[in-house]
């Protein structure tokens, strides 16, 4: 079986490729440009598959413009004509649309009868539906239904080309929104839901999270995740006698807007919104009342006027939301997918519900979409060209960092043991742009910490700054320490000793350079003082002395420092603890921010609110500090990993670390509540 396949090096034709890839034989050909044949063969290396062979031409040309020999060669050995190169993005304009959308798939079609393919598959939309109001089911099509933008009409006419003048064969597929990955959150482009991320997270950093924001019911709309639009349309397209048929890859259940906006925002720790007008009670007596004099649907009609859009470009466009994705926020249409969920049935390829996944796809957005920072020209002119030497960049808060710093025009240095993930960022931070360096190290051996002190200062053209990053967190109380001094060594090996090794050893290159500024990832734990973590607090707590006493020595050289006393992160460190899964964490992206900002500003602390707080109650009233943290030690028993065990899976590992009584539980969360960010 062989496949012909456009629009691969886009965002669903990569997933569809390697579901191609995993399940299925024969060649799979795909159309690139000749300037793009770089891209493609990195892409092909990805995927890991010789099966994929690049096939030059243009979407803007007959026939795709390929080689009449090469479609010669191969005429009648297609079974499948996917295509999948076209515009989603409702903020196109109507030549952008037309070119890409209409004559892409005349020519696509033009290709695929010359080579005389099996079936010729489309990929269309749930805005050929247009502004239809009502149930949309999968037979439906040509229903007089208004096509509101350029995006909309060409779905529709495309579709219609297909339908009307294909002399091959044909399946349609209607996606609805598709976003990221539901298990990795990969995600290649700002669309859809992704327009609200920038206001989304402005509101998290400005506002409380149990702050209740007003809002309006915006109707319903339809998301679905990148790997159920690849996988189902990998089975669909393989299933017998269905040619000639269309398939809605929506959500069976529309989403109102209010409740996918708030998914976002509890998994931003944002606050939410409530609607304080119900749609039961709207859906009564507004029942009545014609359709267009509905207030969702005047409030539409207005949104889409010239005036109304200038001043929302004005407005909410500067944080990155266009007035024309504004007007399209919900779907007038409820999509029925009863044709195709029949057709899934037995395969186990449904749709998650965007609960179990809105987390995924925020932290991938914050960690590498998020473009703030090389939006911030206080970020671009502090870190500009400059060597930014990053510990523990393998992963968590290291590697965030790392892409931030490249955002903003940087040059990250990565550190870490593990050499191949290191390459894997760097990969990606050249894949956007930018240039980084990779010096593998074990940080916990000091003389390998002299050999990167010496390969940094030959090969770099600067140090400016440097990151202690790297870390290693014990949570063990001091009775089940008794035999476990090794835990108090290494973690004073890598937190203290390592760190500071690094910063002597690049201290002559700084007095040198009359310049530099060492950032400190220290805890909130210096502060609070929280129990179990003995030989964790008191590494940092060494490294934030060492540096206090040394800052006075080199800051007439210009050689800086900051401590930033980090609270809880939700990094793999934190991992084996199974409480902290219920626990309030910022993100490492979050974390990242912090660190960007330690970098940016330069001041000698970074501390939070509930940190200095706890480092006031620790002078004032000691003794009342202990027995709030006694308390802390009562409730909070010692992880499994702690007590030396290795329970059978993550809920036995759970389940060991949970209180015996529910009066207990609730005094956890309370204490974690009250004291957000200190790790218990």
């Known amino acids: 079986m062989a496949y012909f396949v456009t629009g691969a090096t886009g965002f669903i034709g990569r997933f569809l490729i390697a579901e191609l890839i995993d399940h299925r034989e024969g060649p799979i050909h795909v159309l690139c440009r000749a300037s793009s044949l770089g891209r493609m063969e990195a892409l092909i290396r990805q ?16 026939g795709l413009g390929v080689d009449p020999e090469w479609v010669a060669e191969h005429a009648g050995s297609i079974d499948h004509f996917f295509h999948l190169a076209a515009i989603y993005d409702i903020t196109a304009d109507d030549a952008t649309n037309d070119a890409m959308n209409i004559d892409g798939t005349r020519n696509a079609l033009a290709l695929a009868e010359a080579l005389d393919a099996g ?23 040509e229903e007089g239904q208004p096509l509101p933008s350029p995006y909309h009409r060409t779905k529709y006419e495309s579709e219609k080309i297909v339908r009307d003048e294909s002399a091959v064969p044909w399946r349609v597929y209607r996606p609805a929104i598709v976003v990221g990955h539901s298990e990795t959150g990969a995600m290649d482009k700002i669309d859809g839901p992704y327009y609200l991320f920038p206001l989304i997270k402005r509101l998290r950093d400005n506002l409380p999270s149990w702050l209740p924001l007003v809002g309006v019911d915006l109707g319903d709309t339809n998301v679905v995740p990148v790997d159920y639009v690849a996988k189902a349309m990998d089975h669909l397209g393989h299933l017998p006698d269905r040619d000639g048929e269309a398939f809605h890859l929506v959500n069976p259940e529309p989403q109102p807007v209010v409740d996918m906006v708030n998914a976002f925002c509890a998994a931003a720790g944002a606050p939410r919104f409530a609607t304080p007008v119900s749609r039961n009670v709207t859906a009564g007596p507004l029942s009545l009342v014609p359709r267009p004099l509905r207030p969702l649907n005047l409030m539409t009609a207005v949104i889409r006027t010239a005036p109304a859009q200038l001043l929302l470009d004005q407005t909410l466009g500067r944080l990155g939301l266009p007035a024309e994705a504004l007007a399209h926020t919900s779907f007038p249409s409820v999509f029925d997918s009863r044709i195709t969920e029949k057709a899934l049935a037995g395969s186990g390829i449904s749709v998650p519900p965007l609960e179990t996944y809105v987390r995924t796809l925020w932290s991938y957005w914050e960690e590498n979409l998020d473009d703030t920072v090389g939006r911030d020209p206080k970020a671009r002119a502090a870190l500009k060209d400059k060597t930014v030497v990053i510990t523990g960049a393998s992963s968590g808060i290291g590697k965030v960092v790392a892409l931030k710093v490249a955002q903003a025009g940087g040059i990250p240095v990565l550190v870490a043991r593990g050499k191949e993930k290191l390459e894997e960022t760097k990969a990606v931070i050249e894949g956007r742009g930018g240039q ?71 201290m002559p290159q700084l007095h040198a350079q009359r310049s530099g500024h060492i950032v400190n990832i220290s805890s909130i734990g210096v502060q609070t003082n929280p129990p179990r973590f003995s030989a964790y607090v008191a590494s940092k707590a060494a490294l934030d002395a060492w540096s206090n006493v040394v800052s006075s020595e080199v800051v007439g050289h210009g050689i800086t420092f900051t401590n930033v006393h980090m609270p809880l992160v939700r990094t793999p460190m934190i991992a084996p603890t199974k409480i902290y899964d219920k626990f309030p964490t910022i993100s490492p992206a979050q974390a990242a921010d912090t660190v960007i900002k330690a970098l940016v500003d330069k001041p000698h602390e970074i501390n939070t609110a509930l940190g200095t707080a706890g480092e006031l109650a620790h002078t004032i009233a000691p003794r ?57």
Not at 121 to 141: I, L, P, W
Request: charged share 20%; aromatic share 10%.
């Open 47 to 62: 995927w890991g598959s010789d099966r994929v062979q690049p096939v030059v031409g243009d979407l803007g040309q007959p």
């Open 624 to 680: 009342a500090a202990f027995r709030v943290l006694n308390l802390a030690y009562q409730v909070f028993p010692d992880s499994a990993a702690a007590k030396g065990q290795k329970p059978a899976s993550q809920a036995a590992a759970a389940a060991e670390e949970a209180p015996a009584e529910n009066r207990r539980e609730t005094e956890q969360m309370l204490l974690a509540q009250l004291f957000r960010g200190v790790h218990w």
């Open 119 to 141: 079936c010729f598959h489309q990929v269309s939309s749930v805005a050929a539906a247009g502004d239809y109001h009502g149930r949309f089911d999968e037979t439906m099509f």
């Open 436 to 506: 980084a360096y990779v010096f593998p190290c074990d940080l916990s051996d000091l003389e390998a910490i002299d050999r990167l002190c010496e390969q940094l200062v030959a090969e770099l053209p600067s140090v400016d700054y440097v990151i202690n990053n790297a870390g290693r967190s014990i949570r063990r109380s001091l009775k089940l320490s008794q035999d476990r001094f090794h835990d108090f060594e290494r973690t004073m090996q890598l937190n203290y000793f390592g760190a500071i090794r690094l910063v002597m050893g690049l």
